[in-house]
């Protein structure tokens, strides 16, 4: 496994110093000052460079590493949705749960692979627990719209983002001691449909596919994207337990419903006046920012594994 974790990283960092050494060309040659588009692509990159480095010290530590990061992208992507959503005095308890014991509880839960008791603790346990903390307070004031922030925070933040290192849970035959491998090829297919969306759109876009939601989106670049990761889906299927066409196949539902996944996420942004989640990611916005299709797309993707390959 470390082998081929070694290829991937090795490839990761090829296609990264290539992107580098682009933009360092593009920037030298175009006129001063800078264009904002070569700025904002410089940014990315460099933004890209901290993130590989930090899931490849993660790889590393292996189960516990992975455990420890995701947790840790839940608190910041959290922390990035309560502040952009109403809040009252009276929802101070509900929120410190929500950092203090729903986040180590959910996280504990993956790494003691309870799975019982993993994918109902939020969904049933908070959901009805959550509200009724609040409404003994007696505080009714827009009291149905800050439950469901409250709720929709924990699902996207804490319960859709805790499936990644669930991953490592499974147990598929033949595949035994590389679940981190189905960590690389989802991030990879995912955040890399997520790059060719963006292209596709840019050389071919003309159709927008959601102009009030979404004005960058295209019918253009969802398709080629789409087309264009199940293809790299199928190349990576051999870090995986699926044969190229069964790679092929999830990679396109996976990050099928990572579009769907940014989708909603810029209806929320839109919904509350602002165009990033926050600021922590330089070039690229917020946390949720950079998860938001990979929140849609590991709930489906563990399940599907779950279902279809473990035993």
């Known amino acids: ?72 992208i839940s ?7 309560v502040t952009l959503t109403h809040s009252r005095r009276s929802d101070h308890w509900v929120l410190l749960g929500m950092f203090g014991i729903v986040i180590p509880f959910q996280y504990w839960l993956v790494w003691t692979a309870w799975y019982g008791l993993f994918v109902i603790f939020i969904p049933v346990y908070c959901f009805l627990l959550m ?21 929709w925070a924990i699902m996207i933040s804490v319960y859709c983002v805790s499936h990644v290192p669930a991953l490592l849970t499974l147990n598929v035959p033949g595949f035994e001691g590389r679940n981190l491998l189905l960590i690389a090829f989802l991030i990879i297919v995912v955040q890399g449909s997520d790059v060719l969306q963006y292209i596709f759109g840019k050389l071919f876009g ?6 009030t939601v979404s004005p960058s989106k295209t019918w253009e670049g969802l398709i080629g994207g789409l087309v264009a990761s199940s293809l790299l889906g199928a190349l990576l ?13 999830v990679a396109f539902v996976a990050c099928t419903m990572g579009f769907l996944g940014g989708l909603v996420a810029s209806a929320i942004k839109r919904d509350q006046g602002v165009k990033d989640w926050g600021h922590l990611i330089e070039g690229h916005g917020g946390m949720l920012d950079r998860t938001d299709s990979l929140v849609f797309a590991a709930p489906i993707f563990f399940h599907i594994v779950r279902y279809f390959w473990t035993v």
Do not use: C
């Open 237 to 249: 299927s051999f870090i995986t337990p699926f044969s190229p066409l069964q790679a092929s196949a």
């Open 75 to 81: 608190f910041a992507a959290l922390r990035e949705f």
């Open 131 to 151: 509200p009724a903390i609040t409404a003994l307070h007696g505080d009714t004031e827009r009291f149905l719209e800050r439950i469901a922030a409250q709720q």
């Open 206 to 211: 003309k159709h927008r596919f959601s102009p």
């Open 1 to 72: 496994m470390r082998h081929d974790i070694s290829i991937l990283i090795i490839g990761l960092f090829v296609v990264l110093t290539t992107a580098s050494a682009t933009a360092a060309v593009l920037s030298a040659r175009a006129p001063k000052p800078l264009s904002a588009t070569l700025t904002n692509l410089s940014q990315r990159i460099n933004a890209w460079w901290v993130m590989v480095a930090l899931m490849t010290v993660a790889f590393f530590f292996g189960r516990y590493g992975m455990t420890i990061l995701f947790a840790l």
